[in-house]
């Protein structure tokens, strides 16, 4: 081991000119290719998910979200909606110069974007938002447009369920009513001589009424029985349907906003120091490589003349 690292190192010491240009000539490489590459510029936005879907939980319970509310948060963040959202709105397939016209322009659209713009979860449970562009002032917008946009997102999904949910209730609580009245038809229709059968059916409902009076046959016990049982049923639906309603018309908590972006003028990438490093060491590689080759082949030669 240690007589094959000294080998290495006296092959190096006896190309160290070699070596020496290649490593000086790959770092001019790497910091010359830098001024060619596009200047890009990073805004950050940090934000903390909600507690709680409704704004009572949050004022009794004011504090942030915890690890299932953050990945909640990230995903949809990270969802092709969101990125089409953002898209949409910033016209970014314009921004990119793509050609609309090749088949494969959403992908490079969405790979681009995916480049980028990235999210990713703090040790605090807090959700990064980074925005990565050439342009610093678009960045910044983009960033702080996924804090205001994650909420409509949000709201437009829990929206669709809530709705459709509403909507069951409140056919079931319409049915319910057409019930009633036919039920008081029926009633009616059994007991139509009788000139205080409207006070009857105001007062079944009451617990100190007494309802003996009427009820004289078996038919219209049974209709009794089952116009108690639909009352009470549809006022159990009557104060779902209101809940529900006032659940709907209620705004839904917002992200918490802790740093919004702005625009940063000191561009993070590209970097001489690294691209001048990158470019030493593969340059250097590749020198080593062809002398390593070209004295083998010189072996090779002497040894079959």
Known sequence: MQNTQKSGLTYLFKNRRLFAISILLGGILGVSITFFIPKKFLSTAIIYPYNSHTR??????????????????LQLLESKSMRDRTINAF???DHYGLDTMQKSWKTELALKYISEVSFFRSKYLSVVINVEMEDPELA????????????????SIFEENRKMEYDAIQDEYEKCEKGIEQLKDSIYAVNSGNDLLYNFIENLNNENYDPSGFVTNPV???LVERYVYEMNRFKALRVKRD???????????????????????????????????IGAALVFFVSLTMRLIIDKWKQLRSENP
């Not at 949050?58 to 990945?71: D, H, K, L, R, S």
């Open 243 to 277: 809940d529900m309603k006032k659940s709907i018309e209620e705004p839904l908590p917002s992200v918490y906003s802790i740093d919004e972006a702005v625009p940063s003028y000191k561009k993070v990438s590209p970097s001489f120091t690294v691209n001048g490093l």
């Open 56 to 73: 009572g939980d949050i004022v009794a319970n004011p504090q942030f979200g915890y690890e299932v509310e953050t990945e909640q948060l």
């Open 140 to 155: 910044a917008k983009v960033a702080n447009y996924q804090v205001a946009e994650v909420n409509n997102y949000r709201e």
């Open 91 to 93: 016209e970014l397939y």
């Open 220 to 222: 219209m016990e049974e």
